[in-house]
Protein backbone atom coordinates (compact mmCIF):
# COMPACT_ATOMS: atom_id res chain seq x y z
CA UNK A 1 0.00 0.00 0.00
CA UNK A 2 1.06 3.26 -1.42
CA UNK A 3 1.84 6.23 1.36
CA UNK A 4 2.85 10.06 1.79
CA UNK A 5 3.93 10.76 4.91
CA UNK A 6 4.20 14.77 5.50
CA UNK A 7 5.70 17.09 7.84
CA UNK A 8 7.08 20.58 8.45
CA UNK A 9 4.03 22.56 7.81
CA UNK A 10 3.04 25.41 10.42
CA UNK A 11 2.82 29.03 11.30
CA UNK A 12 5.44 31.23 10.84
CA UNK A 13 5.87 35.45 10.80
CA UNK A 14 6.30 36.68 7.40
CA UNK A 15 9.96 36.55 6.40
CA UNK A 16 10.66 33.72 8.49
CA UNK A 17 11.59 29.50 7.49
CA UNK A 18 9.78 26.55 7.29
CA UNK A 19 11.04 23.02 6.03
CA UNK A 20 8.59 20.70 4.77
CA UNK A 21 9.46 16.75 4.10
CA UNK A 22 7.57 13.73 2.70
CA UNK A 23 8.26 10.61 2.62
CA UNK A 24 6.77 7.60 0.14
CA UNK A 25 6.47 4.14 0.99
CA UNK A 26 5.04 1.04 -0.43
CA UNK A 27 5.88 1.45 -4.11
CA UNK A 28 6.28 -1.15 -6.27
CA UNK A 29 7.89 0.44 -9.26
CA UNK A 30 10.52 3.58 -8.96
CA UNK A 31 9.79 7.10 -8.37
CA UNK A 32 9.72 9.20 -11.57
CA UNK A 33 9.40 12.84 -9.21
CA UNK A 34 8.64 13.99 -6.16
CA UNK A 35 7.53 17.60 -5.83
CA UNK A 36 4.60 19.58 -3.66
CA UNK A 37 1.64 21.43 -4.64
CA UNK A 38 -0.05 24.32 -2.98
CA UNK A 39 -3.64 25.58 -2.78
CA UNK A 40 -4.67 28.95 -1.37
CA UNK A 41 -7.84 29.57 -0.25
CA UNK A 42 -10.57 30.49 -3.40
CA UNK A 43 -7.85 29.10 -5.88
CA UNK A 44 -6.44 26.56 -7.91
CA UNK A 45 -4.30 24.18 -6.78
CA UNK A 46 -0.76 25.14 -8.44
CA UNK A 47 2.73 23.07 -8.76
CA UNK A 48 5.27 25.00 -6.67
CA UNK A 49 8.28 22.69 -6.86
CA UNK A 50 9.47 19.08 -8.42
CA UNK A 51 12.31 16.85 -8.25
CA UNK A 52 12.53 14.02 -10.96
CA UNK A 53 14.43 11.04 -11.17
CA UNK A 54 17.67 12.60 -12.52
CA UNK A 55 17.75 15.35 -9.72
CA UNK A 56 16.21 17.74 -11.93
CA UNK A 57 14.51 20.89 -10.32
CA UNK A 58 11.45 22.62 -11.95
CA UNK A 59 9.75 26.06 -9.30
CA UNK A 60 6.82 27.84 -10.19
CA UNK A 61 7.75 31.31 -11.02
CA UNK A 62 7.21 33.47 -7.55
CA UNK A 63 9.58 30.91 -5.42
CA UNK A 64 12.13 30.79 -7.43
CA UNK A 65 15.36 31.87 -5.30
CA UNK A 66 13.37 31.06 -1.90
CA UNK A 67 12.16 27.72 -2.05
CA UNK A 68 14.79 24.61 -2.78
CA UNK A 69 13.66 21.27 -3.10
CA UNK A 70 16.03 18.55 -2.52
CA UNK A 71 15.61 14.62 -2.34
CA UNK A 72 17.52 12.11 -0.29
CA UNK A 73 20.15 9.28 -1.03
CA UNK A 74 16.92 6.35 -1.13
CA UNK A 75 15.13 8.78 -3.23
CA UNK A 76 12.74 8.09 -1.27
CA UNK A 77 12.06 11.36 1.01
CA UNK A 78 11.64 15.07 -0.55
CA UNK A 79 12.26 18.25 1.56
CA UNK A 80 11.65 21.62 0.62
CA UNK A 81 13.27 24.33 2.63
CA UNK A 82 11.43 27.57 2.54
CA UNK A 83 12.63 31.53 2.95
CA UNK A 84 11.38 34.65 3.31
CA UNK A 85 7.95 33.50 3.31
CA UNK A 86 5.27 35.66 2.52
CA UNK A 87 1.46 35.99 3.48
CA UNK A 88 1.06 34.82 -0.23
CA UNK A 89 2.94 31.79 0.78
CA UNK A 90 -0.10 30.75 2.69
CA UNK A 91 -2.01 27.85 1.87
CA UNK A 92 -1.83 23.93 1.92
CA UNK A 93 0.84 21.95 0.52
CA UNK A 94 0.35 18.46 -1.00
CA UNK A 95 3.28 16.34 -1.73
CA UNK A 96 2.33 14.66 -5.24
CA UNK A 97 4.62 11.79 -6.35
CA UNK A 98 4.26 10.04 -9.49
CA UNK A 99 5.83 6.53 -9.83
CA UNK A 100 7.14 4.74 -12.46
CA UNK A 101 4.97 4.79 -15.63
CA UNK A 102 2.90 7.37 -14.36
CA UNK A 103 0.83 6.35 -11.31
CA UNK A 104 -0.18 9.24 -9.40
CA UNK A 105 -0.31 9.68 -5.69
CA UNK A 106 -1.29 12.93 -3.06
CA UNK A 107 -0.35 13.51 0.46
CA UNK A 108 -3.00 14.35 2.74
CA UNK A 109 -2.05 18.08 3.02
CA UNK A 110 -0.20 19.97 5.52
CA UNK A 111 -1.14 23.48 6.26
CA UNK A 112 1.34 26.41 6.04
CA UNK A 113 0.47 30.01 7.45
CA UNK A 114 2.32 33.10 6.82
CA UNK A 115 1.31 36.15 9.49
CA UNK A 116 2.35 39.86 8.66
Known amino acids: QVQLVESGGGLVQAGGSLTLSCSAS????????MGWYRQAPGKERELVAR???????DYEDSVKGRFTISRDNARTTAYRQMNSLTPEDTAVYYC??????????WGQGTLVTVSE
Open 96 to 105: HVIETPQFEY
Open 26 to 33: GMLFSIKS
Open 51 to 57: IGDGGLT
